[in-house]
């Protein structure tokens, strides 16, 4: 039987041949599904790579490999990923939180205070990444996440559960429609679905995977950016903040809602790819 090093070596010709990923990034892709299946890290791999793998860990690889031969996300396959230091199960009921999303939250964390209580507001919550990283890190706040999915929030609600945390509560709702209209909220946040419908990428790696109502928006990808801004001033105190993530293309378009709908100190931040992502604006005093 081959080496755990020489069947790495060649799956992860396979994996580069189907999926277009570099040599380099197959590598590590196929070290760690097989990492995962013998249950130990990298580091023994790389240190035992003449030794052939046990028979059903062996089965269990190869179940995985065939799978992301076939393009299905690496999140998916292993049934989680980490979000600004937390682990979040995840399932292609929700998006697979993003790196740079963690700019959102970083954001947002600016504007809840850490010695006193805030009411906070994650408005389409997915996998709970957001919520629950504001959650954990500003335990005094009340955080509100929303999804109109109900399989999305079993997702969310047993991340929070399995995490421990008391201060997070979840509501069934298509944007702002079973949102009572008090008490407001001091911030709200949202990572809606902004990407344009006709935009080649939803055919493309691991969007294809990812649920469609999480990603694509009508009007050029603004439809639900618009509805989030329009309706975000009657639901905040005098004051509060809203941040949204949205398009590399879309600062411009949001900052202007943002206006429109009567928002001062309105900014967009760039992420660590440069590209503007998340815009944010206060609600006037
Ligand atoms: N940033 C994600 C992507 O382009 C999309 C996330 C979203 O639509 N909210 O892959």
């Given at each position: 039987?081959?080496?755990?090093?020489?069947?790495?070596?060649?799956?992860?010709?396979?994996?580069?041949?189907a999926?277009?990923?570099s040599?380099?990034?197959?590598r590590?892709?196929?070290?760690?599904?097989?990492?995962?299946?013998?249950?130990?890290?990298?580091?023994?791999?790389?240190?035992?790579?003449?030794?052939?793998?046990?028979?059903?860990?062996y089965?269990?690889?190869?179940?995985?490999?065939e799978?992301?031969?076939?393009?299905?996300?690496?999140?998916?396959?292993?049934?989680?990923?980490?979000?600004?230091?937390?682990?979040?199960h995840?399932?292609?009921?929700?998006?697979?939180?993003?790196?740079?999303?963690?700019?959102?939250?970083?954001?947002?964390?600016?504007?809840?205070?850490?010695?006193?209580?805030?009411?906070?507001?994650?408005?389409?919550t997915?996998?709970g990444?957001?919520?629950?990283?504001?959650?954990?890190l500003?335990?005094?706040?009340?955080?509100?996440?929303?999804?109109?999915?109900?399989?999305?929030?079993q997702v969310?609600?047993a991340?929070?559960?399995?995490?421990?945390?008391?201060?997070?509560?979840?509501?069934?709702?298509?944007?702002?429609?079973?949102?009572?209209?008090?008490p407001?909220?001091d911030v709200?946040v949202?990572?809606?679905?902004?990407?344009?419908?006709?935009?080649?990428?939803?055919?493309?790696?691991?969007?294809?995977?990812?649920?469609?109502s999480?990603?694509a928006?009508?009007?050029a990808?603004?439809?639900?950016?618009?509805?989030?801004?329009?309706?975000?001033?009657r639901?905040?105190?005098?004051?509060?903040?809203?941040?949204?993530e949205?398009?590399?293309?879309?600062?411009?378009?949001?900052?202007s809602?943002?206006?429109d709908?009567?928002?001062?100190?309105?900014?967009?931040?760039?992420?660590?790819?440069?590209?503007?992502?998340?815009?944010?604006?206060?609600q006037?005093?």
């Amino acid at each position: 039987m081959s080496s755990i090093g020489e069947i790495l070596q060649q799956d992860q010709l396979r994996l580069a041949h189907a999926s277009g990923l570099s040599a380099l990034d197959a590598r590590f892709e196929v070290q760690l599904l097989m990492a995962q299946a013998l249950q130990i890290n990298r580091a023994w791999l790389i240190a035992h790579s003449d030794e052939p793998p046990p028979d059903t860990a062996y089965m269990q690889y190869q179940g995985m490999l065939e799978r992301r031969l076939h393009g299905e996300p690496m999140a998916y396959i292993f049934g989680e990923k980490e979000f600004y230091g937390i682990r979040l199960h995840v399932t292609p009921d929700v998006l697979i939180p993003r790196p740079e999303t963690e700019l959102l939250v970083e954001l947002a964390l600016e504007y809840i205070p850490a010695d006193r209580a805030c009411r906070v507001l994650d408005l389409g919550t997915g996998s709970g990444a957001i919520a629950i990283s504001l959650a954990t890190l500003r335990s005094q706040a009340q955080v509100a996440a929303v999804d109109m999915s109900l399989a999305a929030l079993q997702v969310a609600e047993a991340n929070a559960q399995r995490l421990g945390l008391s201060n997070l509560q979840f509501m069934h709702s298509d944007w702002w429609q079973q949102i009572p209209a008090m008490p407001l909220f001091d911030v709200i946040v949202s990572n809606p679905p902004y990407i344009a419908v006709d935009d080649a990428h939803l055919r493309q790696g691991d969007l294809r995977f990812e649920p469609i109502s999480a990603l694509a928006a009508s009007d050029a990808g603004l439809s639900d950016l618009r509805c989030i801004i329009g309706q975000a001033p009657r639901y905040l105190a005098a004051t509060g903040m809203l941040l949204l993530e949205h398009g590399y293309d879309q600062g411009v378009a949001v900052r202007s809602l943002l206006s429109d709908a009567g928002f001062d100190a309105v900014v967009t931040h760039r992420d660590l790819a440069g590209v503007e992502r998340v815009s944010l604006g206060r609600q006037r005093g």
